[in-house]
């Protein structure tokens, strides 16, 4: 639980705050961007909540934080029912981010051939009862090894099948189903993993239904610059392959992008293939 008492200097005055355990990791401003800004490498509140809406924002952003650095002074919201949370048809956020995954975001697809979990947000029994109510978890889809955080839970509660890649196999024995090399590999109906070595050997995104791209660490979308990137500071296995990958990646179309770190967006499909275009362009021009 966050701590009033290591509140930092620089948020607003009011009953909610973040405390110096932050550590960056981006889901608050996610969450609720009108309300937290950044100082001193953490999140600030930057304004109060101010109506019905906003305070359900601050919600998803308390619960999200993988630190528990947010917190409220004073009568204690309503914390029940709030993930997952419907983003898209069918799609939903899993909030819960995880301190083993940097805070990285996952998500949950419901499936008439069987749900899907991709990467791993913390085992909270509150999510997991609504993940129950929802149909339970088929396939565990993980991007990278960075992302694993609480995998292994999951799928021995649900019984699910879980899916990486190869060369990230070391970050999860447990997997029942290796992906290999770098064709593009169906995994159920309208189910595509696409491996995209870069950020890791074994990053892998998943397209399903040909709209919802879900990317790992391998690509975001900014919601400040409304355009597509990718993390060069933070490519731990080759910034050339990544972008060989993503340039491979402009042969498939989507609408929404889906991140693990970086902000999740949606364009039509021909405005996110430019988009996509224009990143692996910019990539070449910093390839080291």
């Known amino acids: 639980m966050a ?6 200097p620089k948020n607003v005055e009011g009953p909610w705050f973040v405390d110096d ?13 009108w309300m937290f ?62 301190p083993d ?31 129950e109510e929802l149909g339970g978890v088929s396939h565990v889809l993980l ?7 609480d995998a292994e839970r999951f799928v021995e509660h649900f019984g699910a099948r879980t899916w990486i890649h190869e060369a990230d196999t070391s970050a999860a024995p447990f997997a029942t189903d290796v992906l290999r090399g770098q064709t593009p590999t169906p995994i159920a109906e309208g189910l595509l993993a696409i491996p995209v070595p870069g950020h890791t050997r074994g990053s892998v995104v998943f397209l399903l239904d040909a709209r919802y791209l879900f990317t790992g660490d391998s690509l975001y979308f900014s919601r400040k610059r409304q355009e597509l990137g990718a993390f060069r500071r933070q490519c731990w296995y080759s910034w ?8 491979r990646l ?32 910019r990539m070449k021009r910093t390839r080291s």
């Open 3 to 8: 701590n009033p008492e290591r509140r930092h």
């Open 21 to 33: 355990s932050c550590i960056d990791c981006d889901a608050s401003r996610q969450c609720a961007p």
């Open 37 to 98: 800004g950044a100082a001193d490498g953490q999140a600030i509140v930057v304004r109060q909540p101010s109506s019905e809406a906003e305070l359900a924002d601050a919600v998803r952003a308390l619960l999200a934080c993988p630190t528990g650095s947010i917190g409220v002074v004073g009568q204690k919201p309503h914390l029940d029912g709030v993930y997952p949370d419907l983003i898209a048809e069918d799609v939903y956020y899993c909030g819960y981010n995880s």
């Open 101 to 131: 995954s940097f805070g990285a975001n996952s998500f949950f697809a419901r499936r008439p051939e069987g749900n899907l979990l991709v990467d791993s947000p913390r085992f909270v029994r509150k999510l997991v009862r609504r993940l």
């Open 143 to 149: 991007t990278h090894r960075d992302d694993v955080a």
């Open 240 to 247: 050339t392959e990544q972008t060989r990958s993503l340039e």
């Open 250 to 281: 402009a042969a498939h179309r989507f609408e929404w992008v889906l991140a693990g770190h970086g902000d999740r967006g949606r364009l039509p499909p021909q405005q996110m293939h430019q988009k996509l275009l224009e990143l692996v362009e």
